[in-house]
């Protein structure tokens, strides 16, 4: 609710990986409703069984599959009513050339999100927080977090205004310093949620 994610919308999942929120997804906008779940080739290599086993038989008919990588994202005009990147902001500061994940240019993804994004459309981010001024290079790559400030800052300027957080993912024990897969902090890290506004 806090995304404004309704019926009948056009919601694009970007990052989508094995499509846990691209199912929740599914079942809010309904069968006149569409999710594009997207993907680059390194996230499908990762979770090909999940989303083999969750797209199977067609049990999700109001989800398309979307793979391309962020650099070469391309979206039909004005064509989406809604964007979600969960726990996925701090991966365009993530390299892995050996395992097919290339250096990402945020400014060129948010360029594609400002094409495909109707006016008035949001985009809703959710990530696990990192140390407040800490280097996204680094803390992306290793701790797989992302400053909240560094998210403002990627979109300033852009087609998408800030528009509201919500705390309802907070957690003020978490000290942001280790990775968010570390067995003391996974599913439990201090995290933001924001949500911006299509101009």
């Given at each position: 609710?806090?995304?404004?994610?309704?019926p009948?919308?056009?919601?694009?999942?970007?990052?989508?990986?094995?499509?846990?929120?691209?199912?929740?997804?599914?079942?809010?906008?309904g069968?006149?409703?569409?999710?594009?779940?997207?993907?680059?080739?390194?996230?499908?290599?990762?979770?090909?069984?999940?989303?083999?086993?969750?797209?199977?038989?067609?049990?999700?008919?109001?989800?398309?599959?979307?793979?391309?990588?962020?650099?070469?994202?391309?979206l039909?005009?004005?064509?989406?009513?809604?964007?979600?990147?969960?726990?996925?902001?701090?991966?365009?500061?993530?390299?892995?050339?050996?395992?097919?994940?290339?250096?990402?240019?945020?400014?060129k993804?948010?360029?594609?999100?400002?094409?495909?994004?109707?006016?008035?459309?949001?985009?809703?981010?959710v990530?696990?927080?990192?140390?407040?001024?800490?280097?996204p290079?680094?803390?992306?790559?290793?701790?797989?977090?992302?400053?909240?400030?560094?998210?403002?800052?990627?979109?300033?300027?852009?087609?998408?205004?800030?528009?509201?957080?919500?705390?309802?993912?907070?957690?003020?024990?978490?000290?942001?310093?280790?990775?968010?897969g570390?067995?003391?902090?996974?599913g439990?890290?201090?995290?933001?949620?924001?949500?911006?506004?299509?101009?």
């Amino acid at each position: 609710s806090f995304f404004e994610i309704t019926p009948k919308m056009t919601v694009l999942d970007l990052f989508s990986g094995g499509g846990y929120y691209s199912e929740i997804l599914s079942g809010v906008v309904g069968s006149q409703g569409t999710v594009l779940s997207h993907n680059n080739e390194a996230y499908l290599a990762f979770v090909n069984a999940e989303v083999t086993s969750r797209y199977g038989d067609d049990r999700l008919p109001n989800v398309r599959q979307l793979t391309a990588e962020a650099n070469a994202l391309k979206l039909e005009p004005s064509s989406i009513d809604a964007v979600l990147a969960v726990l996925t902001w701090h991966d365009f500061y993530y390299v892995d050339p050996a395992n097919n994940w290339p250096e990402i240019d945020t400014v060129k993804v948010v360029e594609a999100l400002c094409s495909g994004v109707k006016p008035g459309g949001v985009l809703g981010i959710v990530d696990h927080v990192a140390a407040a001024g800490s280097d996204p290079w680094d803390s992306g790559q290793n701790l797989h977090r992302i400053d909240p400030d560094r998210i403002r800052a990627d979109l300033e300027g852009s087609c998408f205004a800030f528009e509201a957080e919500s705390n309802v993912l907070r957690n003020p024990d978490d000290d942001h310093g280790k990775s968010m897969g570390d067995p003391s902090v996974r599913g439990q890290t201090d995290r933001v949620v924001y949500r911006f506004r299509r101009n």
